[in-house]
């Protein structure tokens, strides 16, 4: 099992739509939990962080399930501006990040 | 726009040169990370310095020798490269206990 799992998509969503990805980590002794996006041909750029309580960012929305081991972005009204890849990043040890392999928007007119 | 820099931005080398990459940041950070991503993946941690001491190596060949000369700077050098050792090397830095990362734009490398 891979140490940290998302779902490839492509998501294909409409502006104005609601979409949300989700990721599984394996290690549960985990302490840290982050989203980054990622555009084509560019460096990953810190979204946000995710605690347990769940954190909001304007449109953006992250939670965090350490029962189950999940992990979920809700993004909201998307813009054309929001296609890009969303990482899930796991603290997996001190200073030491695991990236899932990123989930694909595509957000049309 | 981004505050750490990464030369050169693009490298081609054959498998018997040696080159180096090079990272600086001035943001006060003393962690500094080498990640290398290929195409279509996530990136992969290689290295990992806190305050200029390696602390995690990811049981990288030894053809990828880092090393961290002052609180600033982070330097990968490449020795006797294979193809698929072609990548994207993205070099990132945080607060030591903060894993927040800020990366630089990469250096898109080819070895022929």
């Known amino acids: 099992r891979k140490e940290v799992e998302q779902d490839p998509g492509p998501f294909n969503v409409p502006e104005g739509a609601t979409v949300a990805f989700n990721c599984t980590y394996s290690?549960?002794?985990?302490?840290?939990f982050f989203w980054y996006r990622q555009d084509c041909r560019k460096e990953p750029k810190l979204l946000m962080s995710?605690?347990?309580s769940g954190n909001e960012d304007g449109r953006f929305t992250a939670q965090l399930n350490r029962a189950s081991q999940y992990i979920s972005l809700l993004i909201r009204d998307s813009k054309l501006s929001d296609s890009a890849t969303y990482l899930c990043?796991?603290?997996?040890?001190?200073?030491?990040?695991?990236f899932g392999t990123g989930t694909r928007l595509l957000v049309s007119p | 726009d981004t505050e750490v820099t990464q030369t050169p931005k693009h490298l081609v080398m054959g498998m018997t040169n040696k080159k180096s990459l090079k990272c600086e940041q001035h943001?006060?950070?003393?962690?500094m990370y080498w990640y290398k991503q290929k195409a279509k993946k996530p990136p992969e941690l290689m290295f990992v310095?806190?305050?200029?001491?390696?602390?995690i190596n990811e049981s990288v060949p030894s053809r990828f020798s880092p090393e961290c000369p002052n609180s600033s700077l982070l330097n990968l050098h490449l020795h006797a490269l294979q193809p698929e050792d072609s990548a994207l090397y993205l070099c990132?830095?945080?607060?030591?206990?903060?894993?927040?990362?800020?990366f630089g734009s990469g250096t898109q490398l080819s070895v022929l």
């Open positions: 310095y806190s305050y200029e001491k390696l602390s």
């Open positions: 290690n549960s002794a985990s302490q840290s």
């Open positions: 943001m006060g950070h003393r962690a």
């Open positions: 990132a830095s945080s607060q030591v206990g903060d894993e927040k990362l800020f």
């Open positions: 995710v605690y347990s």
């Open positions: 990043v796991v603290g997996v040890g001190f200073q030491k990040l695991v």
